[in-house]
């Protein structure tokens, strides 16, 4: 929807009701705002995503002559799984309280070192072991390096394999030398 303000971007709503007068003229949506990050109380954070916007309890009449154009606001699992974003494509993975500033739901998964929620434009790599998600500057990694990578396992999954493989060494030598003492005593 066209902002009064030309210099800010469209404002983005979901039209839950269109009215008319009798001659099928005036006509007025009812709609429900979507707020941008920086449009809460809490500002925009590193986590949220450029395309992300919160479904509000923010409903106002509007005139139909402020519409600019359709868009599609997709749930966070669907938008994370579109081949190609579109201008016209948002997602949403909150509601929000416009007059406390509340989110619902107020907790989401965080991943990597830096335990921080899913951020769709930032890269991330899974480890092959845990199957945890880490950004590459978190594991000193370029994302051009991360990019070529076909294997990863995080730092703990690496020691891990590393103490495996010699915990398996030594349980080899160990099964060796048991057999070489049984050996022996005959």
């Keep these: 929807m066209r902002p ?3 210099a800010k971007p469209s404002y983005v709503a979901k039209i839950e009701r269109i009215d008319a007068d009798g001659r099928g003229a005036n006509v007025k949506v009812y709609v429900r705002w979507y707020y941008r990050p920086e449009e809460s109380i809490g500002g925009r954070r590193q986590f949220h995503g450029s395309k992300e916007v919160f479904l509000s309890d923010h409903f106002d ?5 402020t519409i600019e154009g359709k868009c599609t606001v997709h749930s966070f699992k669907s938008y994370t799984k579109l081949d190609a974003v579109g201008n016209d494509d948002f997602f949403c993975r909150f509601e929000y309280n416009s007059s406390t500033g509340s989110f ?15 951020n769709p434009d ?5 480890c092959e072991g845990c199957s945890d998600w880490f950004h590459p500057n978190c594991i000193n990694m370029t994302v051009e390096e991360a990019k070529r990578l076909d294997h990863f396992f995080c730092e703990n999954c690496s020691s891990e394999s ?12 160990h099964s060796d030398t048991k057999v070489d003492t049984k050996r022996r005593r005959r």
């Design 4 to 6: 009064s303000d030309q």
């Design 61 to 65: 009449l509007q005139s139909a002559d």
């Design 104 to 118: 619902n739901p107020d907790r989401v998964a965080v991943y990597c070192k830096c335990e921080m929620p899913y």
């Design 122 to 126: 930032d890269l991330m790599v899974q």
């Design 162 to 173: 590393q103490k495996k493989l010699q915990n398996s060494h030594n349980a080899s030598r």
